[in-house]
Each structure stands twice: as structure tokens, then as C-alpha cells.
């Protein structure tokens, strides 16, 4: 039996790239992944939360709720706050794969999760 499409977004500059941090995003591409490949969805806009050296918790927690249907959270780095929060709204951070291309990285992510 086949799992179910996994949900992820990715942050980039649109360029097919992961190449944006986590707390300068202001968009996030979705899409869906499963051993056929990933899938575009939708982009989802949201303000960047990180205002040169401190972030800003409310902007933080809108961008966790943006994402709150994804598994998986691809950027180019991210923080340890961060990483904390959307571990805690069952969101992984991965940030395995900077400046990877935005289809390949999620195949191969989704392809170590099968093989585990």
C-alpha cells in the first residue's frame, strides 16, 4: 500500500532554488511529494519575522499557522528558535539541502523517509 502525498513547503526566491532563510522568507511554495515526485500546489505569502538580529514572535507564530498543513519546512538555514517551533507544530525544518533544486531536494528527502 502506498503512503499519501506528503504536504512541504519550500522557501525560495522563485527561481528553483531553496535558497532563502527561514526568517527572511515572504513566500512559501507548496507542494506535494510521494514516490512519483513532487508537485507545485500554490505559493502562500506571509511577512518575513526576522528584523536584523531579533525576530518578531507574532510574525513567528502567523508563518507557523501558514504552514500548519505541511510535514516538512525546506529552507536554506534556519534558527534554533525556529526549528523548535515548527518541531512543536509537527513541522520538520530541513535545511539538508541549501540552494538545492526545489523539485530534486524534496524527492530526495521523501526518498530517505521511505527508505528509514
Known amino acids: 500500500m502506498s503512503e499519501s502525498p506528503l504536504r512541504v513547503a ?7 532554488r ?11 511554495d507548496i507542494y506535494e511529494v510521494d514516490g512519483a515526485g513532487a508537485r507545485f500546489l ?11 538580529g531579533y525576530g518578531d514572535e507574532d510574525k513567528r507564530e502567523v ?3 501558514v504552514l500548519a498543513d505541511c510535514v516538512a519546512c525546506f529552507v536554506a538555514r534556519v534558527g534554533d528558535g525556529p526549528r523548535a517551533r515548527l518541531a512543536e507544530a509537527g513541522i520538520a525544518a ?3 539541502y541549501p540552494y538545492g533544486a526545489v523539485l530534486d531536494s524534496p524527492n530526495a528527502w521523501y526518498a530517505g523517509r521511505a527508505a528509514a
Do not use: P, T
Request: proline share 0%; charged share 35%.
Open 10 to 16: 519550500v522557501a525560495g526566491k522563485g527561481e528553483g
Open 18 to 28: 531553496i535558497d532563502v532563510h527561514f526568517g527572511h522568507a515572504d513566500r512559501f
Open 42 to 52: 500554490e505559493h502562500r505569502e506571509v511577512e518575513h519575522y526576522c528584523q536584523g
Open 63 to 65: 508563518i507557523v499557522r
Open 94 to 96: 530541513v535545511d539538508d
